[in-house]
């Protein structure tokens, strides 16, 4: 039994899973951030523009009296592109980054740190002792 307990906190303590569950929090988060942009911003918005229409009132009655909440799902369907857009824009500024970094590795160039203000005046007071 010990072994197992050793064995599951070497698996929860590894890197990856830390990143997995953080990255689940912040999607989560992120959803709800996403599902408010569309649901209070986005939607009435279309709305006013095509005139006034509240999508999440769009509802068709069925015979039976089941009722199906077409505005609900179009909502809902705006969401899911916005998420998958923004991912897929996130996913394109990483993968050029890491194609940065490693063709920094690759050269051996590294581009410098960007000197602070006080490097720059050191700079300028060595630069006015040489002459």
């Known amino acids: 039994m010990k072994r197992y307990i050793r064995e599951f906190k070497e ?3 590894k890197g990856n899973v830390m990143d997995l ?3 689940v929090i912040i999607g989560g988060a992120f959803g709800k951030i996403v599902s408010s942009l569309v649901a209070d911003i986005v939607m009435p918005l279309i709305g006013l523009i095509i005139g006034g229409i509240n999508f999440t ?3 068709w009655t069925l015979r039976s009296g089941v009722v199906m909440n077409l505005g609900v799902f179009f909502q809902n369907v705006f969401d899911f592109i916005i998420i998958a857009l923004v ?3 996130m996913v394109k500024v990483i993968a050029r980054l890491k194609r940065q970094l490693i063709k920094e590795e ?3 160039v590294v581009a410098p740190a960007p000197l602070t203000k006080d490097q720059e005046l050191l700079g300028e007071i060595r630069d006015l002792l040489k002459k």
């Open 106 to 108: 690759a050269t051996g």
């Open 21 to 23: 569950a953080v990255a």
């Open 57 to 59: 009132s769009w509802k």
């Open 87 to 89: 991912i897929f824009f």
């Open 11 to 13: 698996f929860a303590v």
